[in-house]
T-cell receptor, first 110, second 116 residues
Framework: GQNIDQPTEMTATEGAIVQINCTYQ??????LFWYQQHAGEAPTFLSY????GLEEKGRFSSFLSRSKGYSYLLLKELQMKDSASYLC???????????FGPGTRLSVLP | NAGVTQTPKFRVLKTGQSMTLLCAQD?????MYWYRQDPGMGLRLIHY???????AKGEVPDGYNVSRLKKQNFLLGLESAAPSQTSVYFC???????????????FGAGTRLSVL
């Protein structure tokens, strides 16, 4: 079966650091992707992890542990514009097999 | 460069009516997808296509049909709309294949559909 879990909502303060977790149990694994989705808009790609470890892209970093079925997205120096939903998605053994998690809605407060 | 374009952006249907949602991409992508997004449930895959002339079922295909007659277009049809199909529909495309970098999906702006 396919199961991906994320916290429903998180709140953080402008300038702070926040970690959004994603746990997964899927029948195949070929990468984990993170997308950002502002309210009323389309998802946009942030990052992906294939191997264990941390991938850094500016203020955003993503971590993967394949043995634990666990990933997190780390957002540093939070800005108001980071208020959005963050979706993790697992790519299966072939490119067409993508399963998205329910998303985490992040609110950044002044 | 328009990317992925969906039409229409909004639509209200009565139960039993039919409609077609159009997705067009200008990135020469092989793979195209249709998702629906409901509160608390994330994106769920309806149907997908790995190339012109091919289609396949996703997680929630019942009540929908699709066609990919041209590489750049992917159509989603509702033959007899039901209130349970009230949702936001997103189309996405990617180059496809095994490489992760080729499977970054680019999404259209979405179609908000209400079935009364």
């Amino acid at each position: 079966g396919q199961n991906i879990d994320q916290p429903t909502e998180m709140t953080a303060t402008e300038g702070a650091i926040v970690q959004i977790n994603c746990t997964y149990q899927t029948s195949g694994f070929n990468g984990l992707f993170w997308y950002q989705q502002h309210a009323g808009e389309a998802p946009t790609f942030l990052s992906y992890n294939v191997l264990d470890g941390l991938e850094e892209k500016g203020r955003f970093s993503s971590f993967l542990s394949r043995s634990k079925g666990y990933s997190y997205l780390l957002l540093k120096e939070l800005q108001m514009k980071d208020s959005a939903s963050y979706l993790c998605a697992v790519m299966g053994n072939y490119g067409q097999n993508f399963v998205f998690g329910p998303g985490t809605r992040l609110s950044v407060l002044p | 460069n328009a990317g992925v374009t969906q039409t229409p952006k909004f639509r209200v249907l009565k139960t039993g009516q039919s409609m077609t949602l159009l997705c067009a991409q200008d990135m020469n992508h092989e793979y195209m997808y249709w998702y629906r997004q409901d509160p608390g449930m994330g994106l769920r895959l309806i149907h997908y296509s790995v190339g012109e002339g091919t289609t396949a079922k996703g997680e929630v295909p019942d009540g929908y049909n699709v066609s990919r007659l041209k590489k750049q277009n992917f159509l989603l049809g509702l033959e007899s709309a039901a209130p349970s199909q009230t949702s936001v529909y997103f189309c996405a495309s990617s180059y496809g294949g095994l490489a992760q970098s080729k499977n970054i999906q680019y999404f259209g702006a979405g179609t908000r559909l209400s079935v009364l």
